[in-house]
T-cell receptor
Framework: AQTVTQSQPEMSVQEAETVTLSCTYDTSENNYYLFWYKQPPSRQMILVIRQEAYKQQNATENRFSVNFQKAAKSFSLKISDSQLGDTAMYFCAFMAYNTDKLIFGTGTRLQVFP | DGGITQSPKYLFRKEGQNVTLSCEQN?????MYWYRQDPGQGLRLIYYSQIVNDFQKGDIAEGYSVSREKKESFPLTVTSAQKNPTAFYLC????????????????FGDGTRLSIL
């Protein structure tokens, strides 16, 4: 069975600084997807970034980028130039190829302060 | 605007009572999902459906039931058999890709918070 582990329950960062959220996963699958979702206080889940396991190049979306280390089964999220609106819970999620089941980590609460 | 609508936003249930949470999407997505979120835990899959009139159990289906009579609707019933129903419930939907490496990301509704009176 696949598992996703987020070892940092809470993180904080000053506005305009950079922060990295950690995520590790365990799977015997070779083909899969990894996601980072953001859940602000409004509780809506918003997709931040997505990585296909077969791609060696790390995904980037504006200020968000990932460090995907397939051999180490690590998928960290880097937020550059942090903004107050980045304050939220961040969930790492795994989906094996050809399934529709997302496996979520327990989340990291990020607080951005002025 | 296209999106997923969950209603109600807050719901209260008495002991022994069944309640139904609504989820409607106008994104023309084939697949729909129900998740439960508890404090300190990630989302856990309750049920999902890839096609009308068909659905599969997720990891925590006991005490829940669903139906998929229409493509755009996927209601979740929390039955009296669910002993700890107090939680935040999220509905999601996605397209179904074809061919390899085509899984599509899921889009989420705003959620329903269910509490026991």
């Amino acid at each position: 069975a696949q598992t996703v582990t987020q070892s940092q329950p809470e993180m904080s960062v000053q506005e305009a600084e950079t922060v990295t959220l950690s995520c590790t996963y365990d799977t015997s699958e070779n083909n899969y997807y990894l996601f980072w979702y953001k859940q602000p206080p409004s509780r809506q889940m918003i997709l931040v970034i997505r990585q296909e396991a077969y791609k060696q190049q790390n995904a980037t979306e504006n200020r968000f980028s990932v460090n995907f280390q397939k051999a180490a089964k690590s998928f960290s999220l880097k937020i550059s130039d942090s903004q107050l609106g980045d304050t939220a819970m961040y969930f790492c999620a795994f989906m094996a190829y050809n399934t529709d089941k997302l496996i979520f980590g327990t989340g990291t609460r990020l607080q951005v302060f002025p | 605007d296209g999106g997923i609508t969950q209603s109600p936003k807050y719901l209260f249930r008495k002991e022994g009572q069944n309640v139904t949470l609504s989820c409607e999407q106008n994104l023309n997505h084939d697949a729909m999902y129900w998740y439960r979120q508890d404090p300190g835990q990630g989302l856990r899959l309750i049920y999902y459906s890839q096609i009308v009139n068909d659905f599969q159990k997720g990891d925590i289906a006991e005490g829940y039931s669903v139906s998929r009579e229409k493509k755009e609707s996927f209601p979740l019933t929390v039955t009296s058999a669910q002993k700890n129903p107090t939680a935040f419930y999220l509905c999601a939907s996605s397209t179904l890709g074809q061919g390899p490496y085509s899984n599509q990301p899921q889009h989420f509704g705003d959620g329903t918070r269910l509490s026991i009176l």
